[in-house]
């Protein structure tokens, strides 16, 4: 199936706003849609607290990004030491992260996700400034991926946040140095850690990425 410009959106609108990163409803269930464009019929359920990624996927692997996306390849997630990652997440991670999810998300996962609304059982809003950019760093190698918000108020990054069920990055918030996207869309670590999807919109690109992801603490 073909990915088209805008067909992310329109998507989104069909399958209603429990599908991709539209939603932040506290129950996810198995939910059959019907076909988009008469091609593929699509789920999205809840897995052990876990949402599958499959979909997001499957309507982005024949997208091509352009500037200022820095694609990588498969090589990145080949088998390391801990999963994907070169060793596991770090001990104590920021705003109340749960370690054994982000473990799980980080370095033995390429589909899954952080259930939608999870930041808001975490102090992530309440412990980052909300008048200054914000940087988070890889919760296995602690380098730098995004500081945000940039050319946008934190009012709207969070709201919009909210309105997608996970921390929402835009181009100008993404450290290029240390983050890759996939040709499927997913957003990785150089390192090898799963941070989520690139799933664009009318807006531009949009970086749907996992708390538990990026709640780790500066390399030293």
């Avoid at 991709?20 to 019907?34: D, I, L, Q, V, Y």
Wanted: aromatic share 10%; charged share 20%; with cysteine.
């Amino acid at each position: 199936m073909a990915f088209v410009p805008g067909a992310l959106s329109s998507i989104e609108s069909t399958l209603g706003a429990s599908s991709f990163c539209g939603s932040s409803r506290k129950a996810w269930c198995a939910r059959k849609s019907a076909t988009v464009g008469g091609t593929a019929a699509v789920q999205t359920q809840k897995r052990g607290g876990a949402i599958s990624m499959d979909l997001l996927s499957m309507f982005t692997r024949s997208k091509q990004f352009g500037p200022p996306v820095v694609l990588g390849d498969e090589s990145l997630m080949a088998k390391k030491s801990h999963g994907t990652c070169i060793a596991p997440v770090q001990k104590d991670l920021r705003y109340g992260c749960d370690r054994e999810t982000a473990d799980k998300i980080c370095c033995y996962n390429r589909h899954f996700a952080e259930y939608a609304g999870y930041f808001k059982k975490t102090s992530w809003l309440k412990d980052v400034p909300h008048d200054a950019p914000t940087e988070y760093y890889d919760s296995v190698t602690g380098k730098r991926l995004f500081t945000a918000p940039i050319g946008r108020s934190m009012e709207d990054f969070a709201n919009e946040s909210a309105v997608h069920g996970w921390p929402s990055f835009r181009d100008a918030e993404v450290d290029w140095e240390n983050v890759r996207v996939l040709p499927n869309g997913e957003c990785v670590s150089v390192d090898g850690t799963h941070l989520g999807h690139n799933l664009p919109d009318s807006k531009g690109n949009r970086y749907c990425i996992n708390l538990v992801c990026v709640a780790g603490n500066p390399k030293q």
